[in-house]
């Protein structure tokens, strides 16, 4: 399942995975998505590597940029994965 975590002044969406295990490691799915014309801009960071892939219509410096956010938010991301997303921790 996926997790809205915020919204860019771009309209870029940032989403995120619960915490799954791989190779005995906890892992997070990091998901960015902006709309445009005919489809989507998309890229993919796997917490907590920092590890980038398929990314699709953004810049080397918008990937950059995102790097800065995701590694200034890891910690509340990979928690919030733990817990079920904003809104369920939100409850608590």
């Known amino acids: 399942?996926?997790?809205p975590?915020?919204?860019?002044?771009?309209?870029?969406?940032?989403?995120?995975?619960?915490?799954?295990?791989?190779n005995g490691a906890e892992?997070?799915?990091?998901?960015f998505e902006?709309?445009?014309m005919g489809g989507f801009d998309s890229a993919e960071c796997y917490l907590p590597a920092y590890e980038w892939k398929n990314v699709e219509?953004?810049?080397?410096?918008?990937?950059?940029?995102f790097q800065e956010l995701v590694e200034s938010t890891a910690?509340?991301?990979?928690?919030?994965?733990?817990?079920?997303?904003?809104?369920?921790a939100a409850n608590f």
């Open 1 to 3: 399942m996926m997790y």
């Open 5 to 22: 975590f915020m919204t860019l002044e771009d309209k870029t969406e940032v989403v995120h995975s619960d915490a799954y295990e791989e």
């Open 27 to 31: 892992c997070v799915k990091v998901y």
């Open 34 to 36: 902006r709309p445009v």
């Open 57 to 65: 219509g953004f810049s080397e410096a918008e990937i950059k940029s």
């Open 75 to 88: 910690h509340v991301i990979i928690q919030l994965a733990r817990e079920g997303g904003l809104e369920l």
